[in-house]
């Protein structure tokens, strides 16, 4: 919180950030809600969520485009505004043509092209952020950035279900909100201008951007880049595979509530919001409690200990299921869990040229998010087809097989080692 209160300029990005995110969370989760009220529902609800995955397959090449732009700040505004404009047609779309499913295909294919927007100017911004934080500033910053996003997470969607039912369902008022947030969104970063203006004249100036070369040969040249930074490769493989196991957790979970009723408190809802708000509180605290026994602990040993939570969660339904015991292993595993993605982040920010922030950012998206099927496919399809039990081994072996290459490859611990350095 120190970050927020003494640097002006960083405040008022998480602001702006923060109205924006509140609008997407709005329209995300009502989005949703209007696809499961049209006639092919199922293949609708299929669509949301395949269309909500691809921007963040594509980030790798919003992050190359960004790295070329020369005045990010203007282009961040018009990728704003246009994001807004976006927006206002879904809301002419939803009010004339409403539950349509030639209409919901097209209304896919704006907040498709709205996504892809929004990942490019969230990438245009990471030199920006690079420029107005210091590197001691720079994981307290993370993690704020962090504690927002679960925050919004959690309000947008009970508030915007909450609201859909005061608004009887009308589901244009939600587009029509979220084109005004981006609006109020661009209008704080608009009025507080000269806060960056340095900034962008140091970006400006350092930008050469070779625009004659190819996206195949920027691609390449960004995964190079990366690759020969031994270091830092070994943690993008290990937060890699992280996500590998972890995209699946939720479903699996959810299939061992419904198949096992020891572990039920009340009924399957209660049981499921239970879970979701205890893991929900765990990565709050651990993205705003900063100064904690974990501190001095390196990002590379915080993932072997994530490793060994992870082994722990699968073994309580297999061996001893017991809710109580299970939740508290999920807190503690959220709480270690929030401070590995800001740990690493500001690795990022501090070691990749801030020419190549973007791309290298928009690389790391896109490997993330790679994953999400096929360990989904690995892990929930083991469960749906064998038993949960099977899904949590599975998970429990990929693991183990990552607290044991933390353990070793300790040598070539990247904070360590430029600690030493």
Do not use: C
Request: net charge positive.
């Amino acid at each position: 919180m120190h970050v927020a209160k003494t640097n002006i300029a960083f405040r008022i990005m998480i602001i702006s950030q923060f109205i924006n995110n509140i609008g997407s969370s709005f329209f995300n989760i009502v989005f949703l809600v209007y696809a499961a009220s049209l006639p092919n529902k199922t293949l609708a609800v299929t669509l949301v969520a395949f269309t909500e995955m691809l921007p963040a397959l594509l980030s790798v090449i919003a992050g190359n485009l960004a790295d070329k732009t020369k005045n990010h700040l203007r282009a961040w505004t018009v990728a704003r505004l246009s994001q807004a404009s976006v927006f206002f047609i879904i809301t002419i779309i939803m009010i004339l043509f409403a539950n349509q499913f030639i209409s919901f295909l097209v209304l896919l294919l704006l907040v498709f092209i709205a996504d892809v927007i929004g990942s490019y100017s969230n990438l245009l911004m990471k030199p920006v952020s690079r420029y107005i934080l210091t590197d001691n500033d720079m994981q307290d910053a993370m993690s704020l950035e962090q504690a927002i996003s679960i925050t919004v997470s959690l309000i947008g969607g009970f508030a915007g279900v909450a609201l859909l039912g005061l608004l009887k369902q009308d589901y244009a008022v939600f587009s029509l909100i979220n084109a005004l947030m981006f609006i109020a969104a661009w209008l704080i970063m608009f009025l507080n201008h000269r806060h960056f203006k340095a900034a962008e004249q140091h970006i400006e100036a350092t930008t050469h951007a070779d625009i004659s070369t190819s996206l195949l040969s920027d691609l390449k040249s960004t995964f190079v880049y990366v690759y020969k930074d031994r270091l830092f490769f070994q943690m993008l493989l290990l937060a890699t595979a992280i996500n590998f196991i972890g995209t699946s957790f939720n479903g699996v979970l959810n299939l061992t509530l419904l198949r096992n009723q020891t572990l039920i408190i009340g009924n399957f809802g209660t049981t499921v919001a239970m879970f979701g708000a205890v893991s929900s509180v765990g990565l709050l605290l651990g993205s705003l409690i900063t100064n904690d026994f974990l501190k001095n602990i390196t990002t590379k040993q915080l993932v072997g200990y994530a490793s060994i939570g992870i082994v722990l969660i699968a073994a309580v339904p297999i061996f001893y299921p017991n809710t109580i015991l299970w939740l508290g292993i999920i807190f503690i595993f959220s709480y270690i869990e929030a401070k590995i993605n800001p740990r690493f982040g500001a690795i990022l920010m501090k070691r990749i040229d801030r020419k190549r922030l973007a791309g290298v950012s928009g690389l790391i998206n896109t490997g993330a998010m790679s994953t999400t099927p096929i360990g989904q496919s690995l892990f929930l399809g083991a469960a749906n087809f064998y038993s949960p039990n099977i899904a949590w081994l599975l998970m429990s072996l990929f693991a183990i097989l990552i607290g044991v290459y933390t353990v070793m490859t300790y040598k070539q611990d990247i904070e360590a080692v430029d600690k030493t350095g």
